[in-house]
């Protein structure tokens, strides 16, 4: 290396951004170049990163604390590299405990030297600490403090692997803010929506409070405790909707949701302050339109998402697990995993809600992730466009099922006593029905056979056939009379309420023997030729007419009963 530049910018992490330029003195071209992680922080290397000329390199972790880039530099040539490497949790709070006023000491343990497998021809680094205050620094010369932070170098002709531990002890009020658990929740519906749902276990990792919490020193004076975070900002996607905060109790209303065209921040505040390793447990949800995530081609759809979003400033999480759950009947499924690991778990399924064997659940777990692993993961998967019928099938379905359960449940009778009412309407009904049947006969079996006789006798001019004929019609009637005397007589004492209508149906009745009396003795007339045809026309024409009306009559009533 001709020459190393190195900042770093000392958070609650520390993000190391250094300028390489890069010289091949080789005889043959170079395709990769070895990056070395600090050996002080190599157990918390969180994210490694080369560009060049502003273009990303390929970065792979052949092993613990070493990488390579993969790069294209032919013999004699040289170029500029940018690495960004992050460190999480190597800022130690020193004192480890304080008290509610205190301001929080931290110290950080380095290298004064950008650790490298090569060797450098000159070498500095700068340590941006974010605070004038300074309790002491550990000297090599040259070295020297530079307002708020402490530069080491410049360094000629650094070795390769050159290691000269320093400790750089300072004010740093910063929020310690970590996510120690983060589990994300993609519902992936293809009815237009994505629901997100994100449970965090969050803890302040600076110096823990050692006196006892006063809240009333609190909310006089909130600024008398610096290291208590309030409230931290959650991006969200512009398109969010139906945003909620809430936690084990319920919901929290004290958060703040302010829209803007690039996105939607969502102001957290827990509901107490959190003091040096105070944690809080919530989880906030949100819907965002499918088309945001969701892509197709036929029966091929494409599902790209950030693995992790923007919790907060200063990002830092311990632990993540993304669960996906794809719509019921999906299949084939393919991933392409961010540049960072990801450990994908064994495949699950769960019911939610009309599911009937349940969605496809794909499980991803990654640890030590910062802001620069907010990348997109995409998941690649077939689905029978005819299986969104499905949904729609089984509500229809179910609507059917208890509107006939309901029709069945309404017809049952699940009465243990006897209903004597219910009983007696259906014996009305009954014998009302007989009523009509005998009305109905004494239409077609005597009224209709006594008009016929007036033919026949008109015809025939024989009288013993006549009193033959009308003797048999008559004892029709009159046994059809004494059966219709007898069941009205047990409808009024089953419904009295009916009697009324029972006197009426017998008035018309007896008005129906009248007119039946009088077509008898017209025929007996035609059958003795006692009157000419005209006459009798006139007559029976008159007679039946009258013998409709009745029975229309009739049937009016027993309609009414």
Request: glycine residues 6%.
């Amino acid at each position: 290396s001709s020459g190393i530049n190195a900042e770093w910018p000392l958070r609650p992490g520390a993000k190391a951004s250094v300028k390489v330029e890069v010289s091949n003195t080789g005889s043959s071209a170079v395709s990769k170049y070895r990056i070395l992680a600090e050996q002080q922080g190599i157990e918390n290397v969180a994210f490694v990163g080369v560009t060049e000329k502003g273009k990303d390199l390929p970065v792979k972790r052949i092993s613990k604390g070493v990488y390579e880039a993969a790069v294209s530099l032919s013999a004699g040539s040289s170029t500029i590299l940018s690495i960004t490497l992050t460190y999480t949790h190597v800022l130690e709070p020193f004192p480890k405990a304080i008290n509610q006023p205190d301001n929080q000491l931290v110290r950080y343990t380095t290298n004064c030297y950008f650790y490298s497998p090569y060797s450098t021809t000159t070498q500095t680094s700068r340590f941006t600490l974010g605070s004038s205050k300074i309790e002491s620094y550990t000297p090599r010369s040259p070295s020297a403090k530079e307002g708020t932070g402490v530069k080491y170098g410049p360094y000629a002709d650094v070795a390769a692997k050159a290691n000269s531990k320093i400790i750089i002890h300072f004010e740093n009020n910063s929020p310690f803010l970590t996510v120690t658990n983060l589990k994300r929740i993609i519902e992936v519906s293809h009815w237009g929506n994505i629901a997100v749902e994100e449970h965090y276990e969050v803890t302040n990792a600076g110096a823990k409070l050692k006196s006892q919490f006063s809240r009333l020193d609190f909310q006089r004076n909130p600024i008398g405790a610096p290291t208590a975070i309030k409230s931290f900002r959650t991006v969200l996607p512009a398109s969010s909707h139906n945003v909620y905060y809430r936690d084990d109790i319920g919901n929290i209303s004290t958060s703040n949701l302010r829209e803007t065209e690039d996105a939607n921040e969502l102001e957290i505040r827990p509901r107490f302050p959190l003091f040096g390793g105070w944690k809080t447990r919530y989880y906030i949800g949100y819907n965002v339109p499918s088309y945001e995530m969701l892509s197709y081609r036929g029966n091929l759809y494409k599902l790209e998402f950030p693995f992790v979003d923007h919790s907060f400033d200063n990002l830092v999480i311990d632990k993540v697990e993304v669960q996906v759950l794809l719509p019921e009947g999906s299949n084939d499924f393919e991933v392409k995993y961010p540049s960072f690991e990801v450990e994908r778990s064994p495949d699950s399924r769960r019911k939610t809600y009309l599911d009937t064997s349940g969605r496809q659940v794909l499980t991803f777990t990654a640890s030590n992730l910062e802001e620069n692993h907010i990348q997109n993961i995409e998941i690649y998967y077939k689905f029978n466009s005819i299986m969104l019928l499905q949904e729609p099938l089984l509500v229809v379905i179910a609507f059917m099922a208890v509107f006939l359960t309901v029709i069945i449940f309404v017809r049952l009778d699940f009465s243990i006593s006897v209903d004597e009412n219910r009983e007696a309407r259906q014996k009305v009904a009954y014998l009302v029905e007989e009523v009509s049947n005998i009305c109905n006969r004494i239409k077609n079996n005597v009224s209709d056979e006594m008009i016929d006789l007036v033919g026949t006798a008109k015809t025939n001019k024989d009288m013993k056939a006549f009193k033959n004929s009308r003797k048999e019609i008559e004892g029709v009637y009159k046994q059809l009379q004494v059966d219709l005397g007898n069941i009205t007589k047990k409808i009024t004492s089953f419904a009295p309420t009916l009697t009324d209508k029972i006197i009426d149906l017998n008035k018309k009745e007896g008005e129906r023997k009248a007119v039946i009396t009088s077509i008898a003795g017209l025929a007996e007339k035609a059958a003795s030729d006692k009157i000419n045809v005209k006459a009798l026309n006139e007559q029976l024409n008159g007679l039946s007419d009258k013998l409709s009306s009745v029975q229309g009559g009739i049937d009016d009533i027993i309609t009414l009963l």
